[in-house]
């Protein structure tokens, strides 16, 4: 049964970078593609970046340049290197598998305020 947990999240001013890590167990993380989400206060959930197995990555216009998704096969963990923090980018901030075992599954999520 997949299980994420994400971590990593904090108080940051904005300019600042934070790096976020989500551990995966009770898939055969390589052959997923890893996704990581965010979700503002009263907003819907949005998909902030993709890595698909072997390295390729995809973003979200509004993180382009900033944001930064990696993974790493042997550690089962995929991150995400978050510079130039804005405020509009505070959320909780959740991975995902790409398919999902389970559908409904999310994990706790971590949450990012960026804020002076």
């Known amino acids: 049964q997949v299980q994420l947990v994400e971590s990593g999240g904090g108080l940051v001013q904005p300019g600042g970078s934070l790096r976020l890590s989500c551990a995966a167990s009770?898939?055969?993380?390589?052959?997923?593609?890893m996704e990581w989400y965010r979700q503002a206060p009263g907003k819907q959930r949005e998909l902030v970046a993709q890595?698909?197995?072997?390295?390729?990555?995809n973003y979200a216009d509004s993180v382009k340049g900033r944001f930064t998704i990696s993974r790493d096969n042997a550690k089962n963990t995929v991150y995400l290197q978050m510079n130039t923090l804005k405020p509009e980018d505070t959320a909780v901030y959740y991975c995902?598998?790409?398919?999902?075992?389970?559908?409904?599954?999310w994990g706790q999520g971590t949450q990012v305020t960026v804020s002076s």
């Open positions: 995902n598998t790409l398919p999902r075992p389970n559908p409904s599954y």
């Open positions: 009770g898939i055969i993380f390589n052959i997923y593609t």
């Open positions: 890595v698909i197995g072997w390295g390729t990555t």
